[in-house]
């Protein structure tokens, strides 16, 4: 029994002295997948060692307020710690902060105050031909994806543009939407190679035509037309597939477009048709851990201009349906909205060919009761 008790010692006595080895977190450390835990000072060094792993890495803060015992964000240590680039912001100011149009009512509820904000301009469009140097990968307080800065190597002009993920500063992104450059083209002996056009211009943040984009290529910022920006999958993390591209094959094994459009799937399972002259970015959009931070306190979501949502049924009669009475009941009716319209069982999702065919009556208020005729 005194030899197991003087193994243990030994066995405690070389863990304290490993421990003293280690160094001290002393704020932050980087987490993934609950197994191993960085130092916030070797956070950035092994980013690409973190994406080899292809795990989750959140950042998680010591609790020494309640506010931070729950914070969890994403580890994104290569963004801009400066300002943004002001002759591409407006500044966010006025009524539209608060959910409110043009008349001054609230048309979005749950929404005011937060952190003053600027609107960064970003080209969805992406029609200026030629490279593009990427100055810095920034925040967007108006957007879940990050957005980087390019300067045109030809005029010196900025831009803002979406973030592809993985993209860093120094890299060097085209757009394609004006067609193939001659000096490109002549590097194929003057007839397009769709694998060599696929190999020289499907790269990571570039711009193409959905035409250009081979089958099975991810891509995001995805448009509907040819004369319009990207409206699909401009979200952080999301992603499209181009699954048809509607072509056939000649003779000599060379495939060419017969149809007018692209068919691309979404994250959502849906496959759409848009123009094959619509734009599209190699890639998936930036900011991919985004969906799994954890805010950690209420007041973080004020300095979002996010409000408090209230349960209907906490609510007194005249500001809910759901309101008033004893306890948590909403009166044995079906789930509305503040205005009385029904909320679930396929009001919203049903399809009817007569929109008026809904009306509201309002119960009597002697709940169907026949009143006695007394004399």
């Known amino acids: 029994m005194l030899q197991q008790r003087l193994q243990l010692s030994a066995v405690r006595r070389g863990l304290q002295a490993l421990s003293f080895n280690k160094p001290a977190v002393r704020f932050a450390s980087g987490?993934?997948?609950?197994?191993?835990?960085?130092?916030?000072?070797?956070?950035?060094?092994?980013?690409?060692?973190?994406?080899?792993?292809?795990?989750?890495f959140l950042r998680t803060y010591k609790p020494r307020t309640p506010g931070v015992r729950h914070l969890k964000r994403p580890i994104n240590d290569h963004l801009w710690k400066g300002r943004p680039y002001l002759p591409l912001t407006v500044p966010k100011k006025g009524q539209s902060r608060g959910g409110r149009n043009s008349t001054g009512r609230i048309t979005v509820r749950h929404r005011g105050g937060g952190a003053k904000r600027r609107l960064r301009n970003v080209d969805f469009e992406r029609k200026i031909p030629g490279p593009h140097l990427v100055d810095r990968i920034e925040y967007d307080p108006g957007r879940s994806a990050h957005i980087a800065l390019l300067t045109e190597k030809a005029t010196g002009k900025k831009?803002?543009?979406?973030?592809a993920d993985g993209l860093r500063a120094g890299d060097v992104v085209h757009s394609y939407r004006a067609g193939i450059p001659a000096k490109l083209l002549a590097s194929m002996g003057g007839?397009?190679?769709?694998?060599?056009?696929?190999?020289?211009t499907a790269f990571k943040g570039n711009?193409?035509?959905?035409?250009?984009?081979?089958?099975?290529?991810?891509?995001?910022?995805?448009?509907?037309?040819?004369?319009?920006?990207?409206?699909?999958?401009?979200?952080?993390?999301?992603?499209?597939?181009?699954?048809?591209?509607?072509?056939?094959?000649?003779?000599?094994?060379?495939?060419?477009?017969?149809?007018?459009?692209?068919?691309?799937?979404?994250?959502?399972?849906?496959?759409?048709?848009?123009s094959k002259d619509a734009c599209a970015t190699i890639g998936v959009a930036s900011n991919i851990h985004h969906g799994y931070r954890q805010l950690g306190k209420a007041g973080r979501s004020?300095?979002?201009?996010?409000?408090?949502?209230v349960r209907g049924v906490a609510m007194n009669k005249v500001d809910h349906p759901h309101g008033g009475g004893r306890g948590k009941s909403k009166s044995n009716r079906h789930p509305v909205t503040p205005w009385g319209r029904p909320t679930k069982s396929g009001y919203k999702t049903r399809r009817k060919h007569n929109v008026n065919a809904f009306v509201v009556t309002p119960r009597p208020r002697n709940h169907g009761k026949r009143r006695s005729n007394k004399a």
């Not at 950035?44 to 989750?56: P, S, T």
């Not at 004020?302 to 949502?309: A, V």
Request: charged share 20%; with cysteine; aromatic share 4%.
């Open 31 to 56: 987490q993934a997948n609950n197994i191993e835990a960085q130092t916030e000072s070797t956070a950035g060094n092994d980013e690409a060692a973190r994406r080899a792993k292809g795990g989750l």
């Open 159 to 163: 831009s803002y543009i979406l973030a």
């Open 191 to 200: 007839i397009v190679d769709p694998g060599i056009l696929a190999s020289k």
């Open 207 to 274: 711009c193409l035509p959905l035409h250009m984009v081979p089958v099975g290529t991810t891509v995001f910022a995805v448009g509907s037309s040819a004369s319009r920006g990207a409206v699909f999958c401009r979200s952080a993390g999301t992603h499209a597939v181009v699954v048809n591209k509607n072509e056939e094959t000649r003779d000599d094994g060379s495939k060419v477009m017969t149809g007018k459009y692209v068919e691309v799937r979404l994250q959502s399972g849906e496959v759409r048709r848009v």
């Open 302 to 309: 004020r300095w979002l201009g996010i409000r408090p949502t």
